[in-house]
């Protein structure tokens, strides 16, 4: 497929307008009509369909956009490393979840850089499930983060482990002499859609099916300026919330009769990938 045309079918499912997509790729709008007719060719499917104010997806088109991103990011990600492999004679492509980038990971790649002179060295943040596909796809080189990848071809150990902590800011605490599993439902939680493996299961089982939270957000990091400010309770990795306990603007609720399981962060890399290797003897 033409390259051109993947991402004329991005910028058109994202502006949902052929005028304004012709204007931001600064092609005629004839052009975007031309590029989207061969693609829906090639794939044998309407992928746009006209409505009210503009143009939006067809079921086939909201399938084809995952494998066009997908598309365009293996694209780009090999121009990067041609035009590093140009200048430096090896590039590493870490990925990891925030947590625990925040949390541990970033003393070991600040050493690896400083260390490694002649590495370009890549870091990309992003959710666990998103990582271990780019790390298949070959996007990556190694991924930090909270699901293991059991797949013959590449190794996955442990590389560190924390536990999920309840926490809220001292002047909303209602609870300081713990909180019971079936009074969870009944506070203000916010709640982070991110995967921590079995620990993220056991939190959601928590609460009843289909529980309606008022608060949610899928970056842990952005999360805990909202619990200083007294806006709720939320279950956090210690290590990332261990600054705010200590300065007393976050604290710790007990739980009664209930706790999270270990929280365990997994590296994930092909085998023979000597560079992974380098980055993880670092560790010693």
Known sequence: M??????TFLMLSKLKNFTRTAERMYVAQSTVTNRIAELEA????????????????TEAGVLFLSY??????????????????SRYARTLRAGAINAVYESGLYPLLRDFFAREQGV???????????????????MLDVAFCYLPLK??????????????VLVVSPARNEYREGIRKEQLAG????????????????????F?????????IDNSSKLTQYLVDGQGYSFLPYKMAERE???????????????????????????????????????A
């Not at 666990?128 to 790390?135: G, I, K, P, R, T």
């Open 2 to 7: 033409n390259s051109e045309a993947i991402r």
């Open 42 to 57: 090639e794939t044998g499917k309407k992928l746009f369909v006209r409505g009210q104010g503009g143009v939006e997806l």
């Open 68 to 85: 066009a991103q997908r598309i365009s990011d293996l694209e780009e990600s090999f121009i990067r490393d041609v035009n590093a492999a």
């Open 120 to 138: 370009a060295l890549k870091v990309v943040l992003g959710h666990s499930a998103d990582l271990l596909q780019m790390l298949q796809e070959g």
């Open 151 to 164: 797949k013959a071809g590449y190794v996955c150990k442990k590389f560190s482990s924390d536990r999920l």
């Open 187 to 206: 506070c203000e939680y916010l709640m982070c859609n991110f995967a921590f493996g079995d620990a993220g299961e056991y939190v959601r089982s928590l």
């Open 208 to 216: 009843p099916p289909r529980h309606a939270f008022r608060f949610e």
């Open 245 to 283: 306990i200590a300065a007393g603007r976050l604290e710790v609720v007990r739980t009664l009769g209930f706790s999270a399981p270990e929280l365990v962060c997994h590296c994930s890399y092909k085998k023979g990938n000597a560079l992974a290797e380098e980055l993880l003897r670092g560790r």
